[in-house]
């Protein structure tokens, strides 16, 4: 076999495309492989460079392959999808994860470790809990509402309104069990979720980063853990500036013949990470409404000639450019460097 440079793998559950080339950038390797051979096939493979889409597994199969002395990057799906030349196929992909690895200008995601995914976990359980939560109270207030009863907002109003299906003589026998029923899940899914939540808090308080990250005004505990979960590598972004478009917390660059027009922000990259500053942010607008002087100039200033959901995305996204810069340097946050001065002049 000619000698390999370069190998652009499309993973799947069970098939496992591979696209190689050599030093003068010719195909010398088109090869399907079955799960369990892929060990076998790069163990006896010389080293070299892999490139695989940032997806499910991708993570194990790059910790694995750099196990065996190769070098593996893992490149972002939407990067390696605008080298596809035609069609849809395993084998387009291949070649395109190979040609998107060679561009200097790639930016790759940084591979992480069994822990650092076990951390994610508990990330992504406690937003999964989250949603059953929320849906199961959906469910029994859209039942109990069909029979003219209703609650107020909010999880703690609905033990009144369960109490109140239990002793309704006047609705069907059928009706009580199934929300009773609907009561036991929603109490299980609560006490798993105050479980999950008690894991996150104590991986918090047990990361220094994480805790110093929580100070930012808006950020808090679980937005702090998030940011230290979900960036193990936080210089490899250039500037804050490309941490926050990461997060897709930049507005949209609608650009021509000189003339730049800016339009709503980008929602890209990681939704849970940016919905949870956001929401903190809005927390500090509305607290803004109340207490002035408790928030920052800057936010006054800018709530002055903004909507409040545009002050709190334009404050999650000072919040994120803090938080690069925090993780970085290795500084704590200080709240006596508020910004005087009003957005505009800054």
Request: overall charge positive; glycine content about 6%; aromatic content about 6%.
């Amino acid at each position: 076999m000619e000698k390999i440079t370069r190998i652009g793998m499309d993973t799947s559950k069970q098939v496992f495309q591979l696209h190689g080339v050599d030093e003068n950038e010719r195909p010398v390797l088109r090869k399907k492989l079955r799960r369990q051979d892929m060990f076998a096939f790069f163990a006896k493979l010389s080293p070299t460079k892999i490139g695989l889409e940032a997806c499910g597994g991708a993570h194990y199969w790059a910790r694995e392959l750099a196990k065996l002395g190769h070098e593996v990057v893992l490149v972002p799906p939407q990067y390696a999808k605008a080298y596809v030349k035609r069609g849809k196929n395993d084998a387009a992909d291949a070649a395109a994860i190979c040609e998107a690895m060679s561009r200097p200008s790639m930016s790759f995601v940084a591979v992480k470790t069994a822990e650092q995914q076990a951390a994610l976990m508990l990330a992504g359980v406690r937003e999964t809990l989250i949603n059953t939560r929320t849906r199961i109270a959906n469910t029994i207030r859209g039942y109990a509402a069909e029979f003219g009863l209703v609650a107020a907002q909010g999880l703690d109003k609905l033990a009144e309104l369960r109490k109140r299906v239990a002793e309704d003589v006047t609705l069907p026998q059928e009706v009580r069990e199934l929300i009773a029923i609907l009561g036991q899940d929603l109490d299980h899914a609560k006490r798993q979720f105050d479980k999950v939540e008690a894991k996150l808090m104590a991986w918090h308080k047990g990361n220094a980063t994480s805790r110093r990250l929580a100070k930012i005004p808006g950020v808090g505990p679980i937005g702090a853990s998030l940011l230290v979960m979900k960036t193990p590598d936080p210089k490899a972004f250039k500037s804050a500036r490309h941490f926050a478009a990461w997060m897709g917390l930049t507005p949209k660059d609608h650009s021509t013949a000189g003339r730049r027009k800016s339009g709503a922000i980008t929602r890209a990259g990681d939704e849970m990470l940016r919905s949870v500053l956001v929401v903190g942010a809005t927390s500090i607008t509305n607290l803004a409404k109340r207490r002035p002087e408790r928030v920052s100039p800057w936010l006054r200033a800018l709530e002055q000639h903004k909507p409040p959901k545009v002050a709190a995305v334009a404050l999650a996204n000072k919040n994120a450019r803090i938080a690069w810069k925090m993780m970085v340097t290795g500084e704590v946050y200080d709240a006596t460097r508020r910004v005087s001065q009003t957005p505009a002049a800054a």
